[in-house]
Nanobody, 123 residues
Framework: QVTLVETGGGSVQAGGSQRLSCTAS????????MGWFRQSPGKERDFVAG????????HYGDSVKGRFIISRDYGKATVYLQMNSLEAEDTGVYYC????????????????WGQGTQVTVSA
């Protein structure tokens, strides 16, 4: 069974940068698509970015295009989310998720989730 653990959350000032990590264990991830989601209080869980383990192809939500970069280190079984030019609206709990198959932006399509890590951006 695949397990995901996110690290790297915390507080940062607007305009700053932060990097999140998601380390996977317990399975073979070659056919997986990995996603990052964000959930703010009272809001739905929104797609932020995703990447294919083998292909390395990526996809971004509109609100983070040009600011966030997703990458993966296959040997370390870790997916990264580099967040730049952070805005107050980026505040929320960030979740790493996995699904078998290709890219998908709906959280309902993902079968495995990490525990989440809080990111707070102050103006």
């Amino acid at each position: 069974q695949v397990t995901l653990v996110e690290t790297g959350g915390g507080s940062v000032q607007a305009g700053g940068s932060q990097r999140l990590s998601c380390t996977a264990s317990g399975g073979s991830f070659g056919t997986y698509w990995m996603g990052w989601f964000r959930q703010s209080p009272g809001k739905e869980r929104d797609f932020v970015a995703g990447i294919g383990w083998l292909s390395g192809s990526s996809h971004y939500g509109d609100s983070v295009k040009g600011r966030f970069i997703i990458s993966r280190d296959y040997g370390k079984a870790t997916v990264y989310l580099q967040m730049n030019s952070l805005e107050a609206e980026d505040t929320g709990v960030y979740y790493c998720a996995a699904r078998r198959g290709g890219a998908h932006t709906s959280p309902d399509a993902y079968t495995t989730w990490g525990q989440g890590t809080q990111v707070t951006v102050s103006a």
